[in-house]
Nanobody, 115 residues
């Protein structure tokens, strides 16, 4: 099993940047595909970005060119660099670890983009 703790959320103005971090513990981090999801009020949780155990990435169309996911296996941490933030990016952001049929979620971190 793997436990996940997100950090780095907050309030930022439109056009600003934030970097989210997700620290993992309890299992071999490098074996897991890692992802960031988000859920805005009244909406379903949606994929933002994923990175495979081998480092392959994919992004939601809405964040391509603005967000970047990366992982540091030595630190058991996955990051989400978010640039040029927009009000529509406002949501709770969740970290996810996946291996075969196993899923683990963090508790979420709030990101609010507002002037």
């Amino acid at each position: 099993q793997v436990q996940l703790v997100e950090s780095g959320g907050g309030l930022v103005q439109p056009g600003g940047s934030l970097r989210l971090s997700c620290a993992a513990s309890g299992s071999i981090f490098s074996n897991y595909a890692m992802g960031w999801y988000r859920q805005a009020p009244g909406k379903q949780r949606e994929l933002v970005a994923r990175i495979s155990s081998g480092g392959l990435t994919n992004y939601a169309d809405s964040v391509k060119g603005r967000f970047a996911i990366s992982r540091d296996n030595a630190k058991n941490t996955v990051y989400l660099q978010m640039n040029n933030l927009k009000p529509d990016d406002t949501a709770v952001y969740y970290c996810n670890a996946r291996r075969y049929s196993y899923d683990s979620w963090g508790q979420g971190t709030q990101v609010t983009v507002s002037s």
